[in-house]
């Protein structure tokens, strides 16, 4: 990948990919960024104190991450069409998969977070 390289090459440069650039561990060209540069954390604008966060799935979810993007579709269509059941697959749970595959975070898959108590 050009950008990793070229941040790998120039010590001062910055560069910006998506995490579903480099998030395929089964991949061994998406995993050799690691050893070569740093994942900067940027600061949590929602969180309480001054707290930094990672690109990680479960900080976009929590909205602690600032920097993402959202996806849209636009369906043209003015009857229930192939483009219709294609998006309405897209909002259920077998078509969330497919984004959370691709390390984007699903937008409708219903998750919970519970706190919890361990003990020894």
């Known amino acids: 990948m050009a950008v990793v390289d070229y941040v790998a090459d120039n010590p001062r440069?910055?560069?910006f990919i998506g995490v579903s650039w480099v998030g395929d561990r089964?991949?061994?060209g998406d995993t050799t960024f690691s050893g070569k540069?740093?994942?900067?954390?940027?600061?949590c604008t929602s969180c309480l104190g001054k707290t930094y966060v990672r690109p990680f799935q479960a900080n976009i979810a929590w909205k602690r991450y600032p920097m993402v993007r959202s996806l849209y579709y636009i369906l043209k269509e003015n009857y229930s069409g192939v483009g219709n059941n294609f998006a309405n697959f897209l909002q259920y749970e077998r078509g969330q998969l497919i984004f959370r595959k691709a390390y984007l975070w699903p937008a409708r898959m219903m998750l919970d977070q519970r706190q919890v108590e361990m003990s020894k």
């Open 26 to 28: 089964s991949d061994p």
């Open 37 to 43: 540069v740093n994942v900067a954390a940027v600061e």
């Open 13 to 15: 440069a910055v560069g």
